[in-house]
């Protein structure tokens, strides 16, 4: 198995241009997440999709993000507008849901995409 | 709620040394706790968990033994390596998918 797999890696762009980050989660794994990571507030949950579908969306910072996963191969995370303070690390992380025994909250991450907004 | 504390870092030893990275929580309910390692350059892995009291998860010579009397689940290793150099996250299962994280404890393990 592959991983999770984010693309690309690294992103510089300046602000105002849109930004779109990918992620392929592990097959058959039907929960996806993406999270940022930054020094000052650690890790951040910002989306989870359940079967494709957005279970919590409540960690997206405002309208300039928004998440889809059209199938379950597949999810996308774009900022539009981007601005400086977006700059992080941004990590795409599957899990397969299950009993709370058995599967769920171990989750595959990513490495991950740096993103510089100048 | 629920919440994760872990000691602050940097943590610097020499190799061959023993480690401990202290981690307790504050949870309702009986949730499952994991240790993740964040190697320089990569995203995290699961480096082991305990899904109910007195539960001792292994890995990799790391241990962690999860204590409901003292909301604890330090993580320790006997003789650390250089390699083990990392972020460490302690967290806590507060549902069926989302995880409250601690902030990340750095480890330096010098030759």
């Known amino acids: 198995d592959a991983g999770v797999i984010q693309s690309p890696r690294h992103e510089v762009t300046e602000m105002g241009q849109e930004v779109t980050l990918r992620c392929k989660p592990i097959?058959?794994?039907?929960?996806l997440f993406w999270y940022r990571q930054t020094m000052m507030r650690g890790l951040e949950l910002l989306i989870y999709f359940n079967n494709n579908v957005p279970i919590d969306d409540s960690g997206m910072p405002e309208d300039r993000f928004s998440a889809k996963m059209p199938n379950a191969s597949f999810s996308t995370l774009k900022i539009q507008p981007s601005e400086p303070r977006d700059s992080a690390v941004y990590f795409c992380a599957s899990s397969r849901k299950a009993g709370a025994l058995s599967g769920a909250n171990v989750l595959t991450f990513g490495a991950g995409s740096r993103l510089t907004v100048l | 709620g629920n919440s994760v504390t872990q000691m602050e870092g940097p943590v610097t030893l020499s190799e061959e040394a023993f480690l401990t990275i202290n981690c307790t929580y504050t949870a309702t309910g009986y949730p499952s706790l994991f240790w993740y390692v964040q190697y320089p350059g990569e995203g995290l892995q699961l480096l082991l968990k305990a899904t109910k009291a007195d539960d001792k998860g292994s890995n990799k010579g790391f241990e962690a033994t999860y204590r409901k009397e003292t909301t604890s689940f330090h993580l320790e290793k006997g003789s650390v390596q250089v390699s083990d150099s990392a972020v460490y996250f302690c967290a806590l299962g507060d549902s069926n998918y989302q995880l409250i994280w601690g902030a990340g404890t750095k480890l330096i393990i010098k030759p």
């Open positions: 097959s058959g794994h039907n929960s």
